[in-house]
């Protein structure tokens, strides 16, 4: 079984940098934050350890996949 890798959201920032979405440290912070209902637009979590915002690796591509995966969809239907 794959061990998960946690990244905080410089690292996650990183990750997404690396596929070629440049996003400001702001707009990770923002994609993070809750919403009034507590939910947040990317699956980070507070470690319980050292309290900071964390997400699993994969979570972050799946979750970056699957919102491509509805934007051409999107455009296919207009």
Do not use: W
Not at 5 to 14: K, N, P, S, V, W
Not at 39 to 53: E, T
Not at 54 to 68: G, H, M, P, T, V
């Amino acid at each position: 079984m794959k061990q998960p890798c946690y990244l905080d959201l410089e690292g996650a920032r990183q990750v997404l940098a690396d596929m070629g979405v440049k996003l400001s440290l702001r707009q990770m912070q923002r994609a993070a934050e809750q919403d009034a209902q507590g939910r947040r637009k990317l699956p980070f979590f507070v470690d319980p350890i050292q309290h900071k915002l964390k997400i699993e690796k994969d979570d972050l591509l799946s979750a970056y996949f699957k919102r491509q995966a509805e934007a051409r969809n999107n455009l296919r239907t207009e």
